[in-house]
């Protein structure tokens, strides 16, 4: 008995305060003011462009005079201007990067454009394949052979095959380029080794 009068003085008067409002609590925002729905959004100005340095001084009529005789040279003086002042000042030569091994992608990049200009000049071992056009009903099964030797996305494909005349392989060898324009003649599309 005594056992069931003391559980029901603890149920009576539980040791928790009794919670009467929402249970919300703003204690890490005391300042906290909620936005007013009805009020218009504010609407910054940003610089046309950011200059982390700040703004910088005009430059000076020494260096304005300076750039206008640099302008009214002739383009084959304007050539000069680099090295005679890398000498002048004492600046080391550029030298170029090997970037033989690396994987510039399918751009390539100006250096290894050039040296696939040369390469091509030199010796002609890679070969690009172009297509120049293709039948308006045959479209379908030329950008599906397209997409097969590209590794394009099917949206990329089509509006590679759509610019028609575009190169869609570079730098393959002659027996890839013959294969790729083979499979491109009998989807409907005439391809062009370049």
Do not use: W
Not at 54 to 71: C, F
Not at 85 to 95: A, D, G, T, V
Not at 131 to 140: C, P, S, T, Y
Not at 174 to 180: L, Q, S, V
């Amino acid at each position: 008995m005594k056992f069931i009068a003391l559980l029901r003085t603890i149920r009576s008067h539980p040791t928790l305060p009794e919670i009467t409002g929402p249970l919300q609590s703003c204690s890490f925002q005391p300042d906290f003011v909620p936005r007013d729905p009805k009020a218009k959004l504010k609407r910054y100005k940003y610089p046309p462009f950011y200059d982390p340095y700040g703004p910088k001084p005009p430059p000076s009529d020494k260096i304005i005079q300076l750039a206008e005789r640099i302008a009214a040279l002739l383009p084959e003086e304007r050539i000069q201007i680099g090295p005679t002042l890398r000498e002048r000042l004492s600046h080391p030569k550029m030298q170029p990067i090997s970037v033989e091994g690396m994987d510039l992608g399918p751009q390539g990049g100006l250096a290894a454009g050039s040296a696939k200009a040369e390469e091509k000049k030199a010796e002609k071992t890679a070969f690009d394949v172009k297509l120049e056009k293709f039948d308006a009903a045959a479209k379908i099964k030329v950008i599906k052979e397209v997409r097969a030797f590209t590794n394009l996305g099917l949206k990329e494909a089509k509006d590679l095959v759509e610019k028609v005349p575009v190169l869609v392989k570079q730098g393959v060898t002659k027996e890839e380029a013959n294969n790729i324009i083979e499979k491109i003649k009998a989807a409907g599309g005439i391809a062009v080794m370049e």
